[in-house]
């Protein structure tokens, strides 16, 4: 009886739940690979198109697949008219994260086909979603600030194309580029927590855009893509690398967080955060700001170094560390950064909807359904009586 009533909150770590032919996280070795090619590759060899070929159809596309799968990203760009005014009713101080999730359905309510379970049909719903989810961000991004949502731009890539909806006007070159990087950098992270939101959704059948709608909100929460807009509330909280000892000193003391440092996975580091950090210095250094790349140089280190002394463990950053400072240097708004995030995941996301639902001949779609261990109450050895309720 006794041993029932000890508490039992794994988080599913180390728990294997299914295979996957999508990524793998090396959390010893801090290797990350998608369908078999490293990050680091692909990183600075790809476009986010490629990317989204390779999760979505399982290769890098030729020169004519690349073609034709930008063809369609463009062709779906365009977000329903419905859409639009529905966002305009919304408050100018909704969370981001919320209008994203509440659009998912309603591009669902626009698709005559959105229930078919079928991998054509996943497929086309996915290239559809990637397309639209960073019009919607950008578009929501205007609407609040009072503007018109900015076209889609047909002769852009997914990268510039986003910036552009998003700010009115084209983005210099470097920053496209990087941002094009980070699209890459986000697409896809095996079992996170919001592919299992995801891929748990559509072991139910659910369709595609319930699956999506999902993993948007669980991404939300900060200690999962929440955290790359909290990096950055706490560095402007901070504010000066002479604050970086006390503020440290205080979380640690308190039992707080120190934003975008650790990783349920990574335990030797992140390789995403030693790709993103050199182009948040390239980009503190072009803009003449280097204060937030800097400020998060130093709280990287001083952050290890009293980890190590209070928790006795190394500690590293994640992909949320360094993007706050880059994405801010690229003039992004704090609280669309976890969107930003979405905006790229969404990939992943598909991909692994369309892997739980049609995994391949050797694979057997399973419902999700874990068990818990029952720690509640019971009358002595015996179920409670039931009394009723002018009795209680
Ligand atoms: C991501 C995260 C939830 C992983 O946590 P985890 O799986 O428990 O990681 P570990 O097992 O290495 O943690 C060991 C201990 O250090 C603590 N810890 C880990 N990261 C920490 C951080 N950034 N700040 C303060 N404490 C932290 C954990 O709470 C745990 O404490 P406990 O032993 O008292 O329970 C955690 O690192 C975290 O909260 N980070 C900050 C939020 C963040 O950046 N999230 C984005 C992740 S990509």
New binding site residues.
């Given amino acids: 009886m006794e041993d029932s009533k000890k508490i039992i909150n794994t988080?599913l770590?180390g728990v294997t739940v299914a295979s996957t032919r999508i990524s793998h996280v090396d959390g010893e070795a801090g290797k990350l690979i998608y369908r078999g090619y490293p990050i680091f590759d692909l990183s600075d060899k790809t476009s986010y198109e490629e990317i989204v070929h390779l999760l979505l159809h399982e290769s890098l596309p030729d020169e004519q697949q690349l073609i034709a799968i930008n063809d369609r990203l463009v062709a779906n760009r365009t977000i329903p008219e419905s859409l639009i005014a529905a966002l305009k009713t919304q408050p100018d101080n909704a969370l981001p994260m919320d209008i994203l999730q509440t659009a998912i359905p309603m591009l669902a309510n626009n698709d005559p086909n959105a229930a078919e379970v079928t991998i054509e049909n996943a497929q086309r719903i996915a290239e559809s979603l990637i397309a639209k989810i960073a019009t919607i961000a950008a578009a929501w991004h205007r609407i609040r600030n009072h503007l018109e949502p900015v076209p889609p731009d047909p002769g852009l890539d997914h990268a510039a194309n986003f910036l552009y909806m998003m700010n009115g006007k084209k983005a210099e070159d470097v920053t496209a580029r990087f941002f094009n990087v980070c699209l890459v950098l986000h697409a896809e992270h095996s079992f996170n927590a919001s592919t299992f939101s995801a891929r748990q959704i559509a072991s139910t059948r659910a369709h595609m855009y319930a699956s999506v709608a999902g993993a948007v909100g669980s991404l939300s929460g900060?200690?999962?893509g929440g955290?790359n807009t909290?990096?950055m509330q706490m560095l402007e909280k901070i504010n000066s690398i002479n604050a970086i000892d006390d503020y440290i000193t205080n979380?640690?003391d308190t039992g707080?967080?120190?934003?975008?440092?650790?990783?349920?996975v990574y335990?030797t580091g992140d390789p995403r955060a030693r790709i993103l950090a050199p182009m948040s210095r390239q980009l503190g250094e072009i803009t003449g700001n280097p204060k937030w790349y800097d400020m998060s140089v130093t709280l990287e280190e001083k952050g290890k170094k009293a980890?190590k002394k209070k928790?006795g463990?190394d500690?590293y950053p994640?992909?949320?560390?360094y993007s706050a400072s880059l994405y801010h240097y690229m003039g992004i708004p704090a609280d669309l950064f976890t969107p930003v995030f979405a905006i790229s995941r969404i990939a992943g996301w598909t991909a692994h909807v369309i892997e739980e639902q049609f995994g391949g001949a050797d694979a057997k779609p399973v419902l999700y359904r874990p068990a818990s261990d029952y720690i509640g109450e019971y009358c002595g050895p015996e179920e409670c009586a039931f009394v009723p309720l002018d009795d209680r």
């Fill in positions: 988080g770590r900060e200690l999962h955290a909290r990096v979380v640690l707080g967080k120190l934003m975008g440092l650790g990783h349920a335990k980890f928790k463990i500690i994640n992909v949320d560390f």
